[in-house]
């Protein structure tokens, strides 16, 4: 519970074994009420680890995409009747411990839709990214903030809080 509202967060993992069980373990349970994985056709162990490490785990059964395991994972959180769904990486890129922070505007009413970003700091590492992922995650955030009149630093990252009554038509 955060501030009085609910919350889960899903975690889309596709053979992430080596990874999954920290990102679980980082997932601040203080501010988590319940942490969903929403396996998408795994052959490896992760989903072992996920609820080793305490998560529930749905299984896809087959490869149908991130699309797919995060409309799940959407759907698990209108049902259970939770206030906010995060959604988090699977494959530790991105920082469960801001989870809070994306909670914040929400929690103060300022927003039922809060977009992570990795590169708030201007410091901020691509990792290992290919100079041509490199060039499309600066270039469409810059397209996508000239639409939308303000400031965008990462558009297609899948760290998010939604309050999920904004979810009901899916």
Do not use: C
Not at 6 to 32: F, M
Not at 74 to 93: L, Q
Not at 160 to 165: C, G, M, N, S, Y
Request: a positive charge; zero cysteines; aromatic letters at 6%.
């Amino acid at each position: 519970m955060y501030r009085g509202l609910s919350v889960l967060t899903v975690v889309p993992v596709l053979n992430e074994e080596r990874k999954i069980g920290e990102v679980v373990r980082r997932i601040p349970r203080d501010v988590v009420d319940q942490v969903l994985v929403v396996d998408d056709g795994s052959t490896d162990g992760s989903t072992a680890v996920a609820r080793a490490r305490g998560a529930t785990v749905i299984e896809l059964g087959a490869t149908r995409g991130v699309g797919a395991a995060l409309r799940t994972g959407y759907r698990h959180a209108i049902r259970s009747g939770v206030d906010v769904v995060v959604t988090i990486a699977g494959n530790n890129k991105d920082a469960p411990e801001e989870i809070a922070a994306l909670l914040e505007p929400i929690a103060e009413d300022r927003a039922d839709f809060v977009q992570g970003s990795r590169f708030l700091k201007r410091d901020a590492s691509y990792g290992a990214m290919p100079r041509y992922r490199r060039v499309a995650t600066r270039a469409h955030p810059l397209l996508f903030s000239l639409v939308a009149r303000r400031w965008v630093s990462e558009s297609t990252n899948g760290f998010r809080a939604i309050r999920t009554r904004v979810l009901a038509d899916l």
